[in-house]
């Protein structure tokens, strides 16, 4: 069974930074390309990165390049998402995914594209 937890959400003020953390079992974490997700009361969801399963190669939304980084030890089964000059937009709650394959296409901010999810953090900044 897979398991995945997102810890490291919080309220932080604009220009601060978080990092969270999704711990992986239940699967053969180097194998699997993941991606993190947000989502605010009423909209979709939105996918802001994913990174593929050896670590080398990743994609970004506009929106948080530049700003956010992830990254994951294949050795922890655990991904990152260092996120530093907030804003009181990134407020949402945010989710690790895991995709059945290694790698992250084009279509990497599709929710549909991945097949497993943590429960979500809350992130939420203040102006």
């Known amino acids: 069974q897979v398991q995945m937890a997102e810890s490291g959400g919080g309220l932080v003020q604009a220009g601060g930074s978080l990092r969270l953390s999704c711990t992986v079992s239940?699967?053969?974490?180097?194998?699997?390309?993941m991606g993190w997700f947000r989502q605010v009361p009423g909209a979709a969801r939105e996918g802001i990165t994913c990174i593929s399963g050896s670590g080398k190669s990743f994609r970004y939304k506009m929106s948080v390049k530049d700003r956010f980084t992830i990254s994951r030890d294949n050795a922890k089964n655990t991904l990152y998402l260092q996120m530093d000059s907030l804003k009181p937009e990134d407020t949402a709650m945010y989710y690790c995914?895991?995709?059945?394959?290694?790698?992250?296409?084009?279509?990497?901010?599709?929710?549909?594209?991945?097949?497993?999810w943590g429960q979500g953090t809350q992130v939420t900044v203040s102006s």
């Open positions: 995914a895991a995709r059945n394959n290694d790698y992250c296409g084009p279509d990497f901010a599709r929710p549909s594209y991945f097949s497993y």
């Open positions: 239940g699967l053969t974490f180097e194998n699997h390309a």
